[in-house]
């Protein structure tokens, strides 16, 4: 990913992301607006569950990456159920939202990379070669 959308959700999300560097969102430009309401949704449960009277610390992501055409996020330490579910939603989004543009995808896969998946729509399909 592009390092000025990195720095938005490192800047925007700090607690979320303190573990990452920019470098570290290994996926391409099109699911930065997926990965920004993700992180919306987990600071969102994170603030209300893990106030200070349960004294549960705040979650810490530890990897964003694209495997298999889906999303992968994976934390720090285990998550709670409902942090489970939204980041089923999001891998499942990915599914259908193309990584290079953001735009409706599917996922294709790559005759030059070998066994390699990733989901695109029909333009950027065209337009990238990577088929
Ligand atoms: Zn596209």
Same mark, same amino acid.
């Given at each position: 990913m592009r390092k000025e959308y990195a720095d938005d959700l /490192?800047? =925007?999300?700090?607690?979320?992301?303190? #573990?990452?560097? =920019?470098? $570290?969102?290994?996926? $391409? $430009? %099109?699911?930065? %607006?997926l990965i920004k309401?993700? &992180?919306? &949704?987990? *600071? #969102?449960?994170?603030?209300t569950r893990n106030s200070s009277l349960t004294g549960k610390s705040y979650p810490s992501i530890l990897i @964003? #990456?694209? #495997?298999?055409?889906?999303?992968? @996020?994976?934390?720090?330490?285990e998550v709670d159920e409902? /942090?489970?579910?939204l980041l089923k939603r999001y891998s499942d989004m990915s599914k259908e939202t193309c990584e290079i543009c953001g735009l409706k995808g599917s996922l294709q896969l790559s005759k030059k990379h070998s066994r390699n998946i990733k989901s695109l729509c029909d333009s950027c399909k065209q *337009?990238?070669?990577w088929l």
């Open positions: /490192i800047f =925007n999300f700090p607690d979320l992301y303190r #573990k990452l560097r =920019n470098q $570290d969102f290994e996926c $391409d $430009d %099109g699911w930065y %607006g309401e993700l &992180s919306e &949704s987990i *600071n #969102k449960t994170s603030f @964003v #990456k694209q #495997k298999f055409g889906i999303l992968r @996020v994976t934390f720090e330490e409902e /942090i489970t579910l *337009n990238t070669g």
